[in-house]
């Protein structure tokens, strides 16, 4: 296991070391080194050296194309280690991390190389006056890439894969709750023997880091995913020296359940979009609406199989659903259904910490479901990135788009009916970045992912996300007969 700060293409010690709590079971899994102001320095200066007279950035495309796939390799060869140790890190079953995280990661570095080329073709534009121009894509420098601790190695994968395409050097920052599996790609990235420099790794506190990363001249571009208060402080940091930012925030994204639907297939999809990786999910659909005729049927079932998913230890194949990620995070969610029930809304099932040996050490939570809820409940307003769902009914399409776009919030959402034209007609209403239609979670590394309103700005993924890590450059050369452009005229002489 690697527990040292990358940076300048070599592992190094830290003053400060700090526990990795494994949640599952509450101790402690290992000790890892915690950059300091000092190390953070010396990353930035590391990834400025190597941007400004390093060789990544000038590697012909072929060869930037093969380091990545070397990468992509890499973290397929180590897939079964590095699925165990992110569920053993963050408490997401092992099938979640086996089948998802690990393989998508992979695929995001496979795909960007394939394709980064063909979205950064130079574009001649013929102007009508004598002149013509080139649009050339630039990386845009040093950039710095902030990862939550909900998807360590998945969104790291977005972030980093798409930075390096474009010719950027970079110096990532995983949470300090999960900064396993970003470690290990860092030693995945130094046996594919990219240039020194091009890519550091450190484990820092975000609160004592933060703003010595976000201000610093030397950098040019930050790359954020994480709660709204923390992009709104990194907003703050990164306007001191006025860098391009991309935020990914946060949800309380909606499921609108039409009554033409199998009920079967609604309730089996609504219980995944929320109770995966325990609800700690950007894209969760906390609020599902359902249409009078079928609520009764719908919220019964949903609720039985809510009560029935079996909680148990991250690392166990029968486990459907793992611990919250600290003893903090379970407190903000209960401290949310307290101030729900407060406000009047009804606790249907769930709202504990479950009893059980095998569970009393870890922070594990049960499914829990909220009725009774109206626009001006907290509940109703607030992510609590949690197993927590509330649930709603609504009688015509009008109403249920309406409640689904009374948010602060415009990430994601979910429409469920077989009248395809109904909903694509909601589909166009609806504010939110994602749309999806009769299903829930699908990512494509080729679709752009970014939310509207307070969920964010900017893209991930797709050629729009790989545009992000680019700056647009023009280039006019004059192109009038005489080799006498219109200047030379302007004063006459
Ligand atoms: P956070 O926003 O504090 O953490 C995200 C990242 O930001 C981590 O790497 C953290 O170290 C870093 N960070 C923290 N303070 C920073 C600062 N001052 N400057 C720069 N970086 C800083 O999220 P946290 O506290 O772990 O979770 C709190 C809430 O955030 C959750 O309950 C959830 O509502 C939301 N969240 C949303 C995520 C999403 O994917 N949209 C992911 C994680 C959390
Ligand atoms: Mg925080």
Redesign the pocket.
Known sequence: MITQLFINGEFKEAKEKQSVINPSTGKAMAQVALASLKEVDLAIASARAAFDGGEWPRLSLAERKDFLLKIAGGILDKAGELAALESANTGKPIKETTFMDIPAAAKTFEYIANNFESFLNAEIINLPEEAQVTLRREPVGVVVL??????PLL?ASWKLAFALAAGNTVVL?????TPLSALELAGIVQEAGLPAGAVNIIN????K???A??SDKRVDMIS????????R??LE?SSQNVKKSIM????KSVSLIFSDVDVDTAVNSSLCSIFLNQG???TAMSRIFVQDKIYDKFSALFMEKAKALRLGPSESPETQMGPL??D??RK??IACIEKARAEGAKVLCGGKIPQGAELKNGYFFEPTVIANVNTHMHIFKE????PVAIIGKFSTAEEAVELANFSDFG?AACIWTKDTLLAERLAKQLNSGTVWINTYGMFYPQLPYGGFKQ??FGKELGQAGFLEYTRLKNIITDQSAGGKPLVNYWYGF
Do not use: D, H, R
């Open positions: 902030i990862i939550p601790w909900n998807y969104i920052k995983p949470s300090s709750l820092a506190s975000g609160p880091v933060g703003a990363l976000c954020f995913t994480g709660s709204n208060e923390i992009g402080q990194i940091y990914e925030l946060g949800g700690q999910m950007c990620i600290s903090n995070q903000k969610v992510e609590v990135f949690g990430l969920s964010g």
